[in-house]
């Protein structure tokens, strides 16, 4: 089936860089999309690309849907403590069944 | 008003004891989900409803059984629970999957 890596598996920053993360798959998708799960909550969408090399911005986020339709980049700038999560890409494939194929997910650690 | 509503928020019960988890949405979507979320935080599909047929059966045991009696609510019965069925349940409801799910908060399974 389908899988998509998504890496870096954690990674541990201090408060104020700027983060990035990727995800890619050996297929390719239609659509694009990032969540964020906190500890003790379900994921939340974050943003959602539907066109290859699209650049969407949510507030200090931003993601990328790769031209070659087979990866997506996350950027967070400025990163603050609240920004604590996993996040996941998740990757849909039109004319595929009704799912999304999710990435393993990035933890993200901010130090104050 | 919560979207996308699930209980118990915890559940421990002893091996070989029957459960049910009850999800219930009011975004008016047409399609459920039940996923679950293992130790390592990986997303896996078990089923998927559209407005209550059953679409999407991965290879989940026989134990778990789903039933949606109206398309705004997605139950999830699970027999002669095992240790292995430690887990967070998330239910999780869409219009459609390229527009993204929204999830509920998750139900934490602990098998003793």
């Known amino acids: 089936g389908q899988q998509l890596n998504q890496s870096p598996q954690s990674m541990f920053i201090q408060e104020g860089e700027d983060v990035s993360m990727n995800c890619t798959s050996s297929s390719i998708f239609n659509t694009w999309l990032w969540y964020k799960q906190e500890p003790g909550e379900g994921p939340v969408l974050l943003i959602a690309l539907y066109k290859a090399g699209e650049l969407t911005s949510n507030g200090r986020l931003t993601a990328q849907f790769g031209i070659t339709r087979k990866d997506s980049f996350l950027n967070i700038s400025a990163s603050i403590p609240s920004d604590v999560g996993i996040y996941f890409c998740a990757g849909h494939s039109q004319g595929g069944s009704e799912k999304l194929v999710f990435g393993k997910g990035t933890k993200l650690t901010v130090n104050p | 008003d919560t979207a996308v509503s699930q209980t118990p928020k915890y559940l421990v019960t002893q091996m070989g004891n029957d459960k049910s988890i009850k999800c219930e949405q009011n975004?008016?979507?047409?399609?459920m989900y039940w996923y679950k979320q293992d130790s390592k935080k990986f997303l896996k599909i078990m089923f998927s409803y559209n407005n209550k047929e059953l679409i999407i059966n991965e290879t989940v045991p026989n134990r778990f059984s789903p039933k949606s009696p109206d398309k705004a609510h997605l139950n999830l019965h699970i027999n002669s629970l095992e240790l292995g069925d430690s887990a967070v349940y998330f239910c999780?409801?869409?219009?459609?999957?390229?527009?993204?799910?929204?999830f509920g908060s998750g139900t934490r399974l602990t098998v003793v």
């Open positions: 999780a409801s869409s219009a459609g999957a390229w527009v993204g799910y929204t």
């Open positions: 975004l008016g979507h047409d399609t």
